[in-house]
């Protein structure tokens, strides 16, 4: 499995980039899908998160500004950046739980990451 993550770069404050990740390879069922992000000199954080059906949780830093989807026919994962702060400059991980076969456990897949810098 997977995990191709896009959409980032250079922006600046106030712009609205929208990240995208795509699951690929052997996927029997896609479970939780989410956003990370890591900082310079900080842990990784959870930014976003959203089940098969649709439940959704977000960071309290994000709620309002972000807003993550996903298309379960496609295995992609989406989040749409608004208004963004120069301390939302980090690398942008997405994150699928994925079951490849039946009967198989779950795994828990990273994308390689994608760097997102606000210029103010």
């Known amino acids: 499995v997977q995990l191709q993550a896009s959409g980032g770069g250079l922006v600046q404050a106030g712009g609205s980039p929208r990240l995208s990740c795509a699951a690929s390879g052997r996927i029997f069922r896609v479970n939780d899908m989410g956003w990370y992000r890591q900082a310079p000199g900080k842990q990784r954080e959870l930014v976003a998160i959203?089940?098969?059906?649709?439940?959704?949780n977000y960071a309290d830093s994000v709620k309002g500004r972000f807003t993550i989807s996903r298309d379960n026919a496609k295995n992609e994962v989406y989040l749409q950046m608004d208004s963004l702060k120069a301390e939302d400059t980090a690398v942008y991980y997405c994150n699928a739980k994925i079951r490849p076969e039946v009967g198989q456990d779950t795994t828990n897949n990273w994308g390689r990451g994608t760097q997102v810098t606000v210029s103010s």
């Open positions: 959203i089940t098969s059906g649709g439940t959704i």
